[in-house]
């Protein structure tokens, strides 16, 4: 049972426009959600994160939308930048317990 | 601060061997996660060791098992390897005292073959 979803494996975005990367959870516990990006051969880095006491939180040209009532969360990118293609993961924990749930990971290249 | 290290990046074994996978957290935390990474699956959380002990596992076989030693360092055993066993495997460290909202930061993986 797959508990954060990310339903677009890849997603191709003009440089300079927006980048909307969408998450899907299924398990209400959930209160902590975390993104991630990932480079070829490297590990993943830590990009942005939320808890459920928020429904949006900003960092520089990222920034993160929690829906509860939908279960939903998008990470969008403005203005998106060549060095932004990458391999994003989304990612969701409850507070009350350590692990961390990815989900599989949507690729984005960006565009000249 | 030096980052999380795995060692070795690289590793090629055949069926029914057996690997042990290392990784070295980043100076003063605790916590060490271990995650599977394949094309089809994504990222899997295999297990989480906090000083020394395990403290979450995530839903593989007992041939993967893991320990933690008093100066955090982490390793990771596959028995009877499997040709799906392959993968990258990555560790993420953080200074986790439980309350599941600090930052993992993560390791280069190991990329494992299974011939």
């Known amino acids: 049972d797959q508990q954060v979803k990310q339903n677009s494996p890849s997603l191709s975005v003009q440089e300079g426009r927006i980048s909307i990367l969408n998450c899907d959870y299924t398990?209400?516990?959930?209160?902590?959600f975390l993104w991630y990006k990932k480079y070829p051969a490297e590990g993943p880095t830590f990009l942005i994160s939320?808890?459920?006491?928020?429904d949006k939180n900003e960092d520089g040209r990222f920034t993160v939308f929690l829906n509860k009532s939908a279960k939903h969360l998008s990470l969008h990118i403005v203005p998106s930048q060549p060095g932004d293609s990458a391999v994003y993961f989304c990612a969701a924990s409850a507070l009350r317990d350590d692990k961390i749930i990815f989900g599989k990971g949507t690729r984005l290249h960006i565009l000249p | 601060k030096a980052g999380v290290t795995q060692t070795p990046r690289y590793l090629i074994k055949t069926r029914g061997q057996q690997v042990t996978l290392s990784c070295s957290p980043i100076?003063?935390?605790?916590?060490v996660s271990w995650y599977q990474q394949t094309p089809g699956q994504g990222l899997q959380f295999l297990f989480e060791?906090?000083?020394?002990?395990?403290?979450n596992k995530g839903n593989f076989p007992g041939r993967f098992s893991g320990r933690q030693f008093s100066n955090s360092r982490s390793e990771m055993n596959v028995s009877t390897l499997e040709l799906g066993d392959s993968a990258l495997y990555l560790c993420?460290?953080?200074?986790?005292?439980?309350?599941?909202?600090?930052?993992?930061?993560f390791g280069p993986g190991t990329r494992l073959t299974v011939l």
């Open positions: 060791y906090f000083s020394e002990t395990q403290r």
């Open positions: 100076s003063g935390h605790r916590s």
């Open positions: 398990n209400s516990m959930f209160d902590y």
């Open positions: 993420a460290s953080s200074s986790d005292e439980g309350s599941g909202t600090d930052t993992q930061y």
């Open positions: 939320i808890s459920s006491i928020k």
